[in-house]
């Protein structure tokens, strides 16, 4: 099961966004929708609003009066926070129903509003975030009878878009032509939500280009691997006791292939082999492998690690478990290091990556070709620098 959180704040068109992913096959789950329901007359939701903001918010029929509460919600972030937290844990367990009760094939797509708030995020395999300029969205609100002081408020009061592309993997931007942004649903939904679907039901991950291509810094890259990282932790806990960005693209300046490369250290390998399937539950699919033995370190025993690609097409990643103090755990997390520190350093590996990258098709040539260049320069040279700078490998 595919697991999508869909968040913006209010007027972006989030929920014009939620029908097109439904017409289009998704099952979609209303937080909205939910956070009615679980406030609904002679529900357990009803009640506790009621004990703690009294019987005035109530309507002539006994039904919660929605404009009264927001007038006293919207105005008070601690009171806020306390209706937060009558209704937020009902919707989720009302979701978590709903969801559970679906096929595991199924594309869920949950309308969650307060996503960035509410820290959900690592939870799902796709967050997206439905942007619509301030005026306009003002302009949309305005249309739905809000007076322009209180859209200003219930605005101000949510996530800002800074905070909720964070969080999110996609942004998807809502200028006010209907077509346009359905065509770009559509171009989602097509090129990479249904890919990632079914490399889930095949427990599989999303291989690396097969031609090899290198390319400039993106700037999305840290973002990309703080969203891999916060899945992996929720997934992990404490038995992770590293999650690191390292390889080309944790180094600015650095050509790489658009492969986000994380390493994470745990005591022991097995300890991986026990999250397998809590791994394969949150996109991450992978087997033992072992890197290539380095001179003072022959035995390969020693460079043994887990190896996991992950599923989304969108976000290609490899994830390596190293053991703490382990040669293959330093050398990841030091020539990192080196390259950022070391500016001829990183003119040499760009050179030579540039000059291998011309010579081979594949990725996989490319990768084979990289070893006597790591052998010969970069492990010594690696190794003299550590010394001469006096670093070492973080604390963990």
Known sequence: MLRVALTGGIGAGKSTVAAKLSELGARVVDADALSREVVAPNTEGLAAVVSRFGPGVLDADGALDRAELAKIVFSSPPARAELEAIVHPRVRARARQLTDAMPEDAIVVQDIPLLAETGQAPGFHLNIDVEAPRELRLERLAERGLPRADALRRIDAQASDTERR????????????????????????????VPYAENLRESRYEPRPEKIQLVETDPQWARRFEHLAARLRRVLGPSAVRIDHVGSTAVAGLPAKDVIDI??????????????????????????????????????????????????????????????????????????????????????????????????????????????????????????????????????
């Open 166 to 193: 964070e969080v999110c993997d996609v942004v998807i931007h809502n200028g006010g032509d209907l077509n346009e942004l359905e065509h770009r649903v559509e171009l989602l939904w097509v090129d990479r939500i």
């Open 263 to 396: 390493q994470v250290t745990v005591v022991a390998l097995p300890i991986v082999d026990a999250f397998a399937e809590a791994l394969g539950d949150a996109g991450f699919y992978g087997k033992a492998l072992n890197d290539s033995p380095k001179p003072e370190f022959p035995d390969p025993l020693d460079w043994e690690k887990r190896f996991y690609g992950y599923a989304d097409p969108g976000n290609i990643a490899h994830v390596h478990f190293r053991p703490i103090d382990s040669p293959g755990q330093r050398f990841a997390l030091l020539f990192r290091d080196w390259m950022r520190a070391d500016p001829a350093a990183r003119r040499d590996y760009a050179q030579a990556k540039g000059v291998l990258a011309t010579k081979v098709d594949s990725t996989a040539d490319y990768a084979e070709a990289k070893e006597p260049w790591f052998d010969h320069e970069g492990w010594p040279r690696a190794n003299r620098w550590a010394a001469e700078t006096g670093w070492h490998a973080p604390v963990c």
